[in-house]
């Protein structure tokens, strides 16, 4: 069982910056492809990000590319996600999940565990 924990979430300004965190206990997150998601109001849950197990490849939705990363720092079993140049359209319920099969995707339900999520507000 892993017990997912996100942090960081917070209101901010269209344009800025914020660095979400997802920590675990139990297993080490480098078991783990790692992935963030998030739902707005009203909104199904999409894909924003995952980080590979092995050699951090890295996969984005294309609404978040060039604007967010994904990195892991197995030393303090956590992983991030940096989001910069924040949109309005980014505000929503920031969920980081642990897929234990291993593969690269942008499908939630190859996901196996989940946190409770951190809200991200972007004021315009």
């Known amino acids: 069982q892993v017990l997912l924990v996100e942090s960081g979430g917070g209101l901010v300004q269209a344009g800025g910056s914020l660095r979400l965190s997802c920590t675990s206990s139990g297993r080490p997150l480098s078991d783990y492809v790692m992935g963030w998601f998030r739902q707005a109001p009203g909104k199904e849950r999409e894909f924003v990000s995952a980080?590979?197990?092995?050699?951090?490849?890295?996969l984005y939705a294309d609404y978040v590319k060039g604007r967010f990363t994904i990195s892991r720092d197995s030393t303090k079993n956590t992983v991030y996600l940096q989001m910069s140049s924040l949109k309005p359209e980014d505000a929503a319920v920031y969920y980081c999940?642990?897929?234990?099969?291993?593969?690269?995707?942008?499908?939630?339900?190859?996901?196996?565990?989940w946190g409770q999520g951190t809200q991200v507000t972007v004021s315009s």
């Open positions: 999940a642990a897929n234990r099969i291993g593969l690269l995707k942008g499908d939630p339900t190859w996901y196996d565990y």
């Open positions: 980080v590979s197990r092995v050699d951090s490849s890295s």
